[in-house]
């Protein structure tokens, strides 16, 4: 689905992406792992083109992502960023159908496609007319899913989307999106710093460490066959203290 070949990226004169190669399998959920600043967001957003690699390339089913066709091709990507990122002036509903009515989609097919994705995200039909502030936190994440689902994308890349969320409303939405992406098939792309939460959603986990690719695998690799002391100490960290 995508292949990243020798991207780098520096932000004055520091390296937040390290020369780095990345497989996105077809059909998979990747996570992108590691402490903050170690450069997943950033290798999140060079994925979807609205980050420009100093070097290296990326191509998106074997089209080479450029600045001439990223905003088209990113119509076939589905991005959740951290917060939701939802318009405070429009309510839910037109949060979710933007796209679609920027692309002239008729009435009728956006409330179709409205009903599917409120149905399959359980969002209450009656708080599509409520504006963001009017929202829960748990309810805010829900309509910024089903607006990245909106155009049926091949791809969906979703960053640390529920890292604001309380424990219990947190876990309720891991079971969501699990389900979720095992009923669409859908490749995914999910940037978290919990490894619960990637053991749990991904298929393939990937650690990053300062800018660069420690090490690729399930968790029971990251944990059993780790590829340096870092995976461990990473680990380890989120065990916590036994109770």
């Not at 008729?106 to 995200?121: D, F, G, H």
């Amino acid at each position: 689905m995508l292949e990243l070949t020798g991207v780098c990226k520096t932000y004055r004169g520091q390296a937040a992406l390290q020369p780095t190669d990345l497989t996105v399998l077809a059909g998979k959920t990747t996570v992108l792992l590691g402490p903050s600043g170690c450069g997943k967001s950033t290798l999140l957003r060079v994925m979807i083109g609205l980050v420009r690699p100093d070097r290296g390339a990326v191509s998106f089913r074997d089209t080479p992502v450029t600045p001439e066709n990223a905003r088209e091709l990113r119509q076939r990507m589905g991005y959740v960023v951290q917060d939701g990122g939802l318009f405070p002036h429009l309510t839910a509903e037109g949060n979710v159908t933007l796209m679609a009515r920027w692309l002239g989609w008729e009435q009728t097919r956006i409330k179709a496609r409205l009903s599917e994705l409120t149905e399959l995200t359980q969002f209450p039909a009656d708080g599509l007319a409520r504006y963001p502030v009017q929202l829960s936190g748990g309810q805010k994440q829900r309509v910024s899913l089903m607006r990245a689902l909106l155009l049926d994308p091949d791809l969906i890349l979703l960053d640390e989307p529920l890292g604001a969320l309380d424990p219990l409303i947190r876990s309720d939405l891991q079971a969501d999106l699990r389900r979720i992406f095992r009923a669409l098939g859908k490749t995914v792309v999910l940037v978290t710093h919990d490894l619960g939460e990637a053991g749990y959603l991904g298929d393939r986990l990937v650690l990053l460490r300062a800018g660069r690719i420690v090490q690729q695998g399930t968790l029971t690799d990251l944990v059993q066959q780790p590829a340096e002391p870092f995976v461990t100490q990473f680990i380890n960290a989120q065990r916590g203290p036994a109770l």
